[in-house]
């Protein structure tokens, strides 16, 4: 059973990066057909794709328009875990924030979730 | 950019069939969107139910499935129940990326 934990601060200050991280378990980080992929959601902008990282012999990432230029999403191998993380936050990055997997195999979609965390940008 | 359209509410009578469908401001939803829906609960991170179209998700009961309908996909739930009662999104990949609809609030009454 795949299992993502998420783990990161609630509070952000404006023009401040947002730093959140998801650990796997149940799957190999290095897999060959999944992509680890982080979500948001807010009242404001609903539910939004932020970007997502895979490996393919080599680690790759794609991003949203949205957000492309303030945000990296980047594994730490050693420990199993994605990271992301999002500059020049204002408050309209305030939202619950989600990890999940897609796990390809020619098909695309989320069949694992993270539990959500509420980032609230605030001074 | 591309918007993905829901309606975005809908209601149906317990024991009825309602479809709920997902389509594209340009162009039409083919199976090489791999459209996949999902149900959420206030408080709870999104629940999968179908994905690549037509396929249910484990665990998921018979009463939901998904298709193709005209330009669009959909999802149709047949005799539907309370606890049915939830916000439902689609999802499509396009350009190597995913996107939203804007989700449907369906209530059961």
């Known amino acids: 059973q795949v299992q993502l934990q998420q783990s990161g601060p609630g509070l952000v200050k404006p023009s401040q990066t947002l730093s959140l991280s998801c650990a796997i378990s149940?799957?190999?980080?290095?897999?060959?057909?999944?992509?680890w992929n982080w979500i948001r959601q807010s009242p404001s902008r609903g539910l939004e794709w932020l970007g997502r990282?895979?490996?393919?012999?080599?680690?790759?990432?794609d991003y949203a328009v949205s957000v492309k230029g303030r945000i990296t999403i980047s594994p730490d191998t050693s420990k199993s875990q994605i990271s992301l993380q999002l500059n020049s936050v204002t408050p309209e990055d305030t939202a619950v924030y989600y990890c999940?997997?897609?796990?390809?195999?020619?098909?695309?979609?989320?069949?694992?979730w993270g539990q959500g965390t509420l980032v609230t940008v605030s001074s | 950019q591309t918007v993905v359209t829901q309606e975005p509410s809908f209601s149906v009578s317990p024991g009825g069939t309602v479809t709920l469908t997902c389509g594209l401001s340009?162009?039409?939803?083919?199976?090489?969107?791999?459209p996949s829906w999902y149900q959420q609960t206030p408080g709870q991170a999104p629940r999968t139910l179908i994905y690549?179209?037509?396929t249910r998700s484990s665990g998921v009961p018979e009463r939901f499935s998904g298709s193709i309908l005209g330009n669009k996909a959909a999802l149709t739930i047949t005799g539907a129940q309370a606890d049915d009662e939830s916000h439902y999104y689609c999802?499509?990949?396009?350009?190597?990326?995913?996107?939203f609809g804007g989700g449907t609030k369906l209530t059961v009454l």
């Open positions: 999940a997997r897609d796990p390809g195999y020619w098909q695309h979609f989320f069949d694992y």
């Open positions: 149940g799957d190999d980080i290095f897999s060959n057909s999944a992509a």
């Open positions: 990282t895979y490996y393919r012999a080599k680690w790759y990432d």
């Open positions: 340009s162009g039409s939803v083919s199976t090489s969107y791999h």
């Open positions: 690549s179209t037509n």
């Open positions: 999802v499509l990949y396009m350009g190597g990326g995913f996107v």
